[in-house]
């Protein structure tokens, strides 16, 4: 690599984070689901270990999850705020993204310019550019790329055992290192298809792979799956809930969310891969693709997953687009004009692409700052032994912000009777009736309802039809309002 071509990736990578960081503060808060990961890292700050068992979720229950990411958040997190901490470490982690992205690219062009504009199109992915979103997502998609680009230089020296390391690293990330996995059988399926023969090496890491995926699996989680059987392979999500929790979007915001001119150029590249090219490692890529897409098809995975994924795929193959188009320009009459030509082109991509990565960051679902100072009225003014009923995505800011037991969050895992507890919490706002409502609300020991605008607009009602002074009690209202419940306190 050339000593420009690497100030110029410093440069993308560096720009990449103090973006999504000017977003991420200005925004302010965090999305819903991010709140379980930072009260995780509190509880690492505070004991060195995760909570295993959650006091609060579900009104008590144990957990699982991989914590790697969560321990690299609390490094930081010694020292200044939680949230902070987490908005520092998952965007420069996502900022890594374009370096990768270029290792890769450059492994496939051998072309320091076209890998150079890979990354810039990684970096303005809208899918990803969420950063005011914190979790394991993010470490994760940097150990997929590094595992890819030491798979893809597996035959030189070393790279075997680096690849070794970064897959162990990823298995205790996240479980969806099981899309590499499936990601190699596809390509094994490609390559055979198309009578080409897969090296030694790779063979060897593919094996190695999935053997150790399903061992680890096995000793993490093999209680679980014999428990709770085929709900634990769809993470246990109420059917009630799986059309939201697996959104299935149409095609056109589809590619509005990988950016219009990198599906395009991608699909170009899949069509010459597939039927022309047959390069094994834009092969690799292709696979990882198509593994993905099934998987989210079939609803084992969240559709923003894959598509995050079709999106770094297509990323790196617009590598080869760029390099296929500046070559065609070299032959023709305008090639004189080509430095121009390849402003024009990058000019395109980033007008194209970044005002969507710009609407996809203020459009994060995140909870205003009045209802944050609801949530936390909660814990300043209810018993700690308190109950509170509010929307399933508001759990986790019940259970960190109001520091009280929910009745239910979207950590579905584990979870018991989901199906039967998200049921009845429909029932408890729908209701017409006081009598089934109170009924419902001793079954789970609810001393509070929470009604944030979310929840009015999500029920399509102002307030608790069935809500009387003397049994629900308002003692919260500003745009929020939070009601106590009296009878039922009563009757105890």
Not at 223 to 240: A, C, T, W
Not at 272 to 281: A, G, I, N, T, V
Not at 440 to 452: A, D
Request: aromatic share 16%.
């Amino acid at each position: 690599m050339e000593k420009r071509t690497a100030w110029f990736l410093v440069g993308i990578v560096l720009i990449t984070f103090i973006l999504r960081l000017t977003v991420a503060f200005s925004i302010g808060g965090l999305t819903y689901q991010s709140y379980f990961h930072i009260r995780q890292v509190d509880t690492i700050v505070e004991s060195g270990h995760p909570m295993w068992y959650d006091p609060f979720s579900y009104g008590g229950r144990e957990i699982r999850f991989l914590p790697l990411y969560h321990y690299m958040v609390a490094l930081p997190a010694f020292f200044i705020d939680t949230v902070d901490a987490a908005k520092l470490v998952t965007n420069f982690i996502y900022a890594l993204i374009p370096l990768f992205v270029f290792f890769i690219a450059h492994a496939i062009t051998q072309d320091d310019e076209s890998s150079l504009v890979a990354g810039v199109v990684s970096a303005l992915l809208p899918v990803l550019f969420t950063p005011n979103t914190v979790g394991p997502e993010s470490l994760y998609f940097v150990l997929v790329l590094v595992c890819i680009y030491m798979f893809m230089l597996c035959e030189k020296p070393n790279y075997l055992y680096y690849y070794g390391l970064f897959f162990f690293l990823l298995m205790f990330t996240s479980s969806l290192a099981i899309l590499l996995v499936l990601g190699f059988i596809v390509y094994l399926a490609l390559t055979a298809i198309e009578g080409k023969k897969v090296k030694r090496e790779q063979t060897d890491l593919i094996i190695f792979s999935f053997f150790f995926y399903i061992w680890l699996a096995l000793v993490l989680f093999k209680d679980h799956f014999l428990l709770r059987g085929i709900s634990f392979v769809f993470q246990n999500v109420p059917s009630e809930s799986i059309a939201n929790y697996f959104p299935s979007l149409s095609i056109a915001s589809a590619i509005l969310l990988i950016g219009i001119i990198p599906f395009l150029a991608g699909t170009y590249v899949v069509y010459k891969s597939l039927f022309e090219l047959k390069q094994r490692r834009l092969m690799l890529l292709i696979s990882l693709a198509i593994s993905t897409t099934i998987l989210a098809w079939l609803r084992f995975i969240p559709f923003t997953i894959s598509l995050s994924f079709f999106g770094l795929t297509l990323s790196i193959l617009f590598a080869v687009f760029y390099r296929d188009v500046v070559l065609f320009v070299k032959k023709t009459k305008i090639a004189s004009r080509e430095t121009g030509f390849k402003y024009v082109l990058i000019g395109i991509v980033v007008i194209s692409t970044l005002p969507l990565s710009i609407s996809a960051a203020t459009n994060q679902d995140v909870p205003s700052q009045e209802e944050i100072t609801a949530f936390h009225w909660l814990s300043q003014n209810t018993d700690k032994g308190a109950t509170i009923l509010a929307l399933v995505e508001e759990g986790h800011l019940v259970s960190y912000v109001g520091e009280r037991k929910n009745v239910m969050d979207e950590n579905y895992v584990l979870a018991d009777d989901v199906d039967l507890r998200f049921n009845d919490m429909q029932k408890i706002f729908n209701t017409r009736f006081q009598s089934i409502a109170l009924e419902l609300l001793e079954k789970y020991n609810v001393s509070y309802i929470v009604i944030t605008p979310r929840a009015t607009k999500y029920y399509e009602q102002h307030d608790l039809a069935y809500r009387t002074p003397e049994c629900f009690e308002k003692v919260y209202k500003v745009e929020t309002r939070i009601y106590k419940v009296t009878c039922l306190l009563r009757s105890r």
